[in-house]
């Protein structure tokens, strides 16, 4: 995949730890240890850059496929999943994301709750393109109706029928955009990254175990308390886990 250009123009500024020359020097050093298959040289590097505020889909991607290498599914899986959030996406994206879950111990069966209208419209949409279609829209029907006002009269009609139309589009694109800002802050889904991770009845060591789940599993966190979170696997059980013991996407 490309390998600096998306991952340094957003995450640059304000960072004081490396130079784009020097992260684009450690991330081809990391790129370079993966193909020597020293495997735990290419994670020191990507995961130094990401402890320094370097992102992207690129790095994440990386990153995932050198965990996946080493048999480490449950980061592997999360390393995938933040890229696709950040807007990384292709076959070897899918592919490798696919090999990591088929590896899972946990194949969770029953009857998966049915998600709403509002989660399936925003997971079939990229929320980049939601975000430069609004903005797009938005910004062109203002400049439009501008341009309207300082036409002549008779050679203004057609600004003001493309600079409503405009901002008429950016009411749905702003809605669309405005699910997608709802579900990032009050959906948070997580993977599963502890070996064995065990869910209580109540946000207690002492209280009964639930169930067990293992690295790679996708699971929704509910709430939290202390250093216990409440999480819901695919088939709508419920049960509280250790904080540690999961990282959200």
């Known amino acids: 995949m490309n390998a600096v250009a998306a991952m340094l123009v957003?995450?640059?500024?304000?960072?004081?730890?490396y130079s784009s020359e020097e992260a684009q020097g450690l991330?081809?050093?990391?790129?370079?240890?993966?193909?020597?298959?020293?495997?735990?040289a290419a994670r020191a590097g990507y995961e130094k850059l990401l402890e320094r505020g370097f992102g992207g889909p690129d790095l994440q991607y990386?990153?995932?496929?050198?965990?996946?290498?080493?048999?480490?599914?449950?980061?592997?899986?999360?390393?995938?999943?933040?890229?696709?959030r950040a807007g990384g996406d292709g076959p070897d994206l899918e592919a490798n994301l696919a090999l990591a879950r088929a590896r899972q111990l946990d194949k969770v069966v029953g009857s998966e709750p049915e998600e709403s209208f509002l989660q399936r419209v925003v997971a079939a949409t990229s929320g980049n393109g939601v975000?430069?279609?609004?903005?797009?829209?938005w910004v062109t029907g203002f400049v439009l109706l501008i341009l309207f006002r300082l036409l002549r009269p008779g050679r203004r009609a057609w600004a003001a029928v493309l600079g409503g139309l405009f901002l008429v589009?950016?009411?749905?694109?702003?809605?669309?955009?405005?699910?997608?800002?709802?579900?990032q802050e009050n959906l948070h889904e997580a993977i599963v990254i502890a070996p064995t991770l065990r869910a209580r009845e109540f946000p207690r060591e002492e209280a009964k175990v639930s169930f067990?789940?293992?690295?790679?599993?996708?699971v929704r966190v509910m709430e939290d308390t202390g250093r216990y979170v409440r999480i819901r696997l695919p088939?709508?059980?419920?049960?509280?886990?250790?904080r540690e013991g999961v990282a959200e996407i």
């Not at 991330?27 to 735990?40: G, H, I, K, M, V």
């Not at 990386?62 to 999360?78: C, E, I, K, P, S």
């Not at 975000?131 to 829209?137: I, M, S």
């Open 62 to 84: 990386n990153l995932g496929t050198t965990y996946l290498a080493q048999d480490d599914l449950g980061r592997a899986v999360l390393a995938f999943e933040r890229a696709r």
């Open 10 to 17: 957003a995450t640059l500024l304000g960072q004081g730890y």
């Open 235 to 242: 088939n709508g059980l419920e049960g509280w886990a250790e």
């Open 212 to 218: 067990e789940v293992h690295p790679g599993l996708k």
């Open 169 to 183: 589009l950016s009411l749905p694109a702003g809605a669309l955009l405005a699910a997608h800002v709802w579900v």
């Open 27 to 40: 991330f081809q050093q990391a790129n370079e240890a993966y193909y020597r298959s020293d495997y735990a």
């Open 131 to 137: 975000a430069w279609g609004f903005l797009a829209a």
